[in-house]
């Protein structure tokens, strides 16, 4: 039997982020997006966690096997801020005008959510989240040192499972 090595790709950097909003979703339940899509080049970190709850099934004395559902990915998000637009549009708030209000009852908005990744070889990774609603941020001021801080925030985009899939990969690398 022939041994195969392929080339290792890595990651070098995170580059973009995207939104895109859903306005609805049709009769076999696919997401409907806005034509808008919202890019933002301020990310310093994503981290993903993938939350599955598992079962072990035994029998004859033994794990016969592991039952795991995938229930939904949660995306840490570390960026230098979100564009207000974005923001407000994702946690409910109403913008009017300068104005941006926080309802007491705000509504669950989703979107979907993307970012792009440089590889070694100088190719793009893209992964994209169909369908995703923003978690709860504290929002943290802070006065201004004579030591040099970079800004920063973080956000919690939690990816809802869609057609059993949370995530798509794109590798610009494999596209013949």
Do not use: F, M
């Given at each position: 039997m022939p041994f195969e090595t392929p080339k290792t790709q890595y990651?070098?950097?995170v580059q973009n982020q995207y939104f895109c909003f859903i306005t609805g979703y049709d009769e076999?339940?696919?997401?409907?997006?806005?034509?808008?899509?919202?890019e933002s080049d301020v990310v310093t970190n994503i981290k993903s966690t993938k939350t599955a709850p598992s079962k072990e099934i035994y029998a004859s004395g033994k794990m016969y096997d592991q039952l795991m559902k995938r229930?939904?990915?949660?995306?840490?998000l570390t960026a230098l801020g979100m564009p207000r637009v974005v923001y407000d549009k994702a946690?409910?708030?109403v913008r009017e005008g300068a104005f941006s209000f926080e309802p007491t009852s705000p509504k669950r908005v989703h979107f979907a959510y993307g970012f792009a990744k440089e590889?070694?070889?100088g190719t793009k990774a893209f992964r994209w989240y169909p369908d995703c609603i923003l978690g709860n941020f504290d929002d943290e001021s802070k006065t201004e040192t004579a030591d040099l801080n970079e800004?920063?925030?973080?956000?919690?985009?939690?990816?809802?499972p869609y057609k059993d899939s949370c995530k798509t990969d794109y590798y610009?690398?494999?596209?013949?």
């Open positions: 990651e070098t950097t076999n339940g696919k997401p409907q997006y806005e034509e808008k899509v919202y229930k939904n990915t949660v995306i840490e946690s409910g708030d590889l070694d070889d800004p920063s925030a973080t956000y919690s985009i939690t990816a809802l610009q690398s494999d596209v013949a």
